[in-house]
């Protein structure tokens, strides 16, 4: 018998076999699974932003930037906030960064604040804005002052329409494009006075994943040509007291 799933006790870890995948899959050659598993993230290619990246330390640039971005027919959005190691604690976001599918700027709010330009940009219909978990980062935003977001669409409310459960931006990347995007600068100090090119790098990535994200998610959700495999919660058995 040939078996199309195996799960292992206690590892969410699956294989499919050949012989179990439709017709549809084997002509599209596009399987997404409903939870990837996070293990297989670390063999996957990196993958990094491949366009220009512009820090905005001034109101001034902020300006320009915001004048510039509102021409794109379509934006991705992230923040990222200094770490504080403490319950209860939390610092006010640091930056926000911006990208179209080659430009991305990063808007240190920790200089200048949520100034007239970004709040058009946080309010404006006139372009679509992508985000993940946006409604926190939205949260976090209003921290430093008022504004009535729109134009948004998170990602989160919407992967379920092809069957995804995964949350994570890292996790829904390697599922939809068998890429890995690195984590590792996320917990870095985002009030720096200087931002390090690494830091820069991971913070235009998030963004500009988020465009590329939404374009795969609407093309699947179009063209229905992939196969999904539902990969089962595993569960974890209780532990038998008296047999210990």
């Known amino acids: 018998m040939c078996t199309s799933l195996f799960i292992s006790k206690f590892v969410n ?8 995948r439709s017709m549809k899959a084997i002509m599209s050659n596009r399987i997404i699974y ?6 297989l993230i670390g063999s996957l290619p990196r993958i990094q932003f491949p366009g220009r990246i512009i820090v905005v330390i001034t109101e ?3 300006d320009k930037a915001v004048d510039y971005l509102l021409k794109a027919d379509l934006l991705g959005f992230d923040t990222e906030t200094k770490p504080i190691f403490k319950k209860g604690c939390r610092n006010k976001v640091a930056l926000l960064q911006v990208s179209t599918v080659d430009t991305c700027f990063l808007f240190r709010l920790n200089r200048i604040g949520l100034c007239p ?5 946080l309010e404006t219909k006139a372009v ?4 993940l978990s946006w409604h926190d980062d939205i949260m976090s935003l209003k921290a430093r002052g008022e504004f009535n977001p729109d134009g948004f669409f998170d990602l989160q409310d919407h992967m379920m329409d092809l069957g995804v459960t995964d949350k994570s931006l890292a996790k829904l990347y390697a599922n939809f494009f068998g890429q890995r995007i690195s984590k590792r600068e996320q917990l870095s100090n985002w009030e720096a006075d200087v931002l390090n090119e690494k830091q820069k790098m991971y913070a235009a990535t998030d963004a500009w994943a988020c465009i590329m994200l939404y374009r795969e998610y609407e093309k699947l959700k179009e063209s229905r040509d992939y196969e999904l495999i539902v990969v089962p919660e595993v569960e974890i058995e209780p ?3 008296e047999a210990v």
């Open 239 to 241: 532990i038998n007291k």
């Open 128 to 131: 679509k804005k992508i985000g």
């Open 117 to 121: 330009s970004i709040v058009r940009l």
């Open 60 to 62: 001034s640039e902020a």
């Open 34 to 39: 409903s939870k990837y598993d996070k293990k």
């Open 13 to 20: 870890h699956f294989t499919i076999a050949p012989c179990q």
